[in-house]
């Protein structure tokens, strides 16, 4: 990644860490809107898991149709990334969880989607270990990582609707937020999805010299 | 004997099948870092036939199997054309038949019934008299009915030709033709070879130096 | 997939016949060796039995029953429902059937033997279970309707994932671990409009419940046919 963008990376995270905590006053109509900042970071580390999963599977597709392992490489590494904002995203979402509704855990829709995600993640490396042939590794793991999305789609899309959600579904599009937390809070999804990128990058950077020295 | 199932024709692809061309190009295998064997090339027409030889290890069985279209390759083509047109899958399907150590039937099947399935999921009609006369051919008369997990294990290589030739194919591929045969066993896979040579494509894989001779070309892996 | 289409339609003489023969050759099979019965119905029958123990003669409200019948039934159908593929591996036939068979009918005749053997355990346990549970009758046709989409949604998903594991290493742990995350929005739908049938609703009352459990078994068979032809050449 060039200089440039690995420059704004940081410059701009920095910003937003600190906009979190000093830029915006404590969020009103939360239980313990000093805790709410929290969502800076939970929100943006719900979206990368997905990102990451959403990546997987089209390199999966990708895979299929060129049979290049390169292409393998790239869905792994981004399952791994997704798998580390996951569980960054459970952590984090537990914490105000455990502040907001008294409970860690409630199975709420997104919670039961998030732990969902992970187990598909966890399952996703399983099989991957437990294949040794690269070639039918990258196949089948490929085929789990389209299929896997499917499921996710009923758990996001239709399940809250068939279930009560405690979260809130359209506090962003309806301008629930006040315009400062609007603004850090696009910042913060900006700024974690170019970290996400970097990492990306380089991750496949490495897959790529890997792949080239074994032949 | 042989003609008895002539009547139904080559298999399940349509009546007028154009000839077929089995082309190879540049075909080589590895697994992992070792490499099985590279550069292998060769186009077969019917009434060609090509052998296969090396020492154990060469990857004569690994080569069978990507014609077969069982593994791929980690590098090259194998296409079949009928006529100028590629294959489709099906057609492909119809077109390869197979005999090899690692090819196995149900063994909780009777002889029979292996032979109908396998009819029907090629979409084929074989009436019993049908079926009856290919085991009849490939020297298991009379054990239709016995399930093949009481097979010996040269009445199973046998029953793998029955399960071979069930839809005529035009391109025959032979893993260790004689492997577990006896002398008539030896006989019926002889002119089984010498029939498909004549009429179509043949592909040996072996190291029997009698064997070798059913190939119009000798392919020598690993040497 | 281009390929898949065109190849099909030169077949659509017989593809009923060509599945068919696929799942009348696994159930011969199967009722000769009993592999996956036998897996099955020791599996059902003793978590039956624990679960009933375990609990004593206290009687549960219908969300408990609901969600331990599909726990059951969930375990039962992973103990069992892999070995349509696992058999054609450990037996090494599987090479035979990719050379005769076109790869979607291999998937649905395997995809119905799957339902039938799951048809067949919902059959003998729920009635077993819904006795040693004590748990009222509530809406018998509901339920039916629940248990019937729920397995063939079941069977769909875990048929693909029994395709995708068997060749892979220590598949017994991964064959849980890879089709219970796909699992997830069918089970919550099943738990929940079993729950509701217990309680005596109406079809209508569990309608968002059952058009979960139909729009996901579509969408999962769909997208296995689709992708059957990938894992299975493998």
């Known amino acids: 990644m060039p200089l440039f963008w690995k420059l704004l990376c940081g410059v701009w995270v920095a910003g937003v860490i600190v906009a979190a905590f000093l830029g915006v006053g404590p969020a009103v109509g939360f239980r313990a809107p000093e805790a709410a900042r929290i969502l800076f970071f939970h929100v943006p580390t719900a979206w990368l898991a997905v990102l990451g999963f959403v990546l997987s599977m089209l390199h999966g597709i990708h895979y299929l149709h060129r049979r290049q392992l390169e292409h393998d490489r790239c869905s792994a590494v981004a399952a791994e990334l997704g798998f580390l904002f996951c569980l960054l995203a459970t952590v984090t979402g537990a914490i105000f969880a455990h502040v907001q509704w008294g409970a860690a855990w409630n199975w709420d829709p997104r919670e039961t989607s998030i732990v969902a995600l992970l187990l598909i993640y966890g399952a996703y490396f399983a099989l991957r270990s437990a294949i040794d042939d690269e070639e039918r590794r990258a196949a089948l793991s490929a085929s789990y990582a389209i299929l896997a999305v499917l499921p996710m789609l009923f758990l996001i899309f239709v399940l809250p609707r068939v279930v009560d959600s405690l979260h809130p579904s359209d506090t962003v599009q309806s301008g629930g937020m006040s315009p400062s937390y609007r603004l850090v809070f696009f910042a913060a999804l900006f700024g974690f999805t170019l970290l996400f990128v970097w990492i990306y990058r380089l991750r496949v950077g490495v897959e790529r010299l890997a792949l080239r020295r074994e032949g | ?223 | ?234």
């Open chain 3, 1 to 234: 997939m281009t390929t898949k289409s065109c190849s099909s339609a030169t077949a659509s003489s017989g593809w009923v016949g060509e599945a068919g023969a696929v799942f009348w050759k696994d159930l011969r099979a199967e009722l000769r060796s009993r592999y996956a019965l036998n897996a099955m119905a020791i599996f059902a029958v003793t978590t039956l039995v624990v679960v009933s123990f375990s609990l004593g003669p206290q009687a549960l409200p219908p969300p408990a029953v609901a969600a331990l019948l599909w726990v059951v039934l969930f375990f039962a159908a992973i103990a069992s429902l892999s070995r349509v593929f696992l058999r054609e591996e450990e037996a090494h036939t599987a090479a035979a059937l990719r050379l005769a068979a076109e790869p979607v009918h291999v998937y649905l005749g395997k995809l119905l033997f799957n339902l039938v053997l799951l048809l067949a355990l919902d059959v003998l346990l729920v009635p077993l279970f819904l006795a040693l549970m004590q748990a009222r009758s509530g809406n018998l046709w509901l339920l039916a309707l629940v248990l019937l989409l729920g397995s063939v949604g079941l069977a769909g998903a875990t048929t693909i994932v029994a395709a995708l594991i068997a060749k892979a290493a220590a598949r017994g742990a991964l064959f849980g671990g890879l089709a219970f995350p796909l699992l997830l929005p069918l089970l919550l739908a099943a738990v929940s409009g079993t729950r509701r049938a217990l309680e005596g609703a109406s079809c209508a009352a569990a309608g968002a419940e059952l058009r979960l459990l139909v729009s996901f078994a579509v969408v999962m068979i769909t997208a296995s046919i689709l992708l059957f032809e990938y894992v299975w050449s493998e």
């Open chain 2, 1 to 223: 004997m042989l003609e008895t199932d002539a009547g139904s024709g080559p298999a399940g692809v349509g009546e007028a099948l154009p000839p077929v061309t089995l082309a190879v190009h540049d075909l080589a295998k590895r697994y992992g870092q070792r490499g099985i064997f590279r550069g292998v090339s060769f186009t077969l027409q019917p009434g060609q036939s090509l052998a296969i030889t090396g020492r154990n290890g060469s990857g004569k069985s690994t080569l069978v199997r990507i014609l077969c279209g069982l593994l791929r390759p980690s590098a090259g083509t194998v296409a079949y054309h009928l006529g100028e047109r590629p294959a489709t899958p099906r057609e492909r399907r119809g077109l390869i038949g197979l005999v090899a150590p690692d090819l196995i039937l149900y063994e909780e099947l009777s002889a029979l019934e292996n032979l109908r399935f396998f009819a029907r999921v090629r979409g084929l009609q074989r009436s019993a008299a049908a079926l009856e006369a290919l085991l009849a051919e490939v020297g298991l008369e009379g054990r239709g009915a016995d399930l093949v997990g009481t097979f010996s294990s040269g009445m199973r290589q046998r029953l793998k030709y029955a399960y071979a030739l069930l839809h005529r194919p035009p391109v025959l591929f032979l893993d260790e033709p004689t492997a577990n045969l006896d002398e008539a066993g030896v006989a019926m896979a002889r002119a089984c070879i010498a029939r498909q040579r004549a009429t179509g494509i043949l592909v040996i894989a072996t190291n029997d130096h009698e064997e070798l001779q059913f190939g119009d070309r000798i392919l020598r892996l690993g040497g």
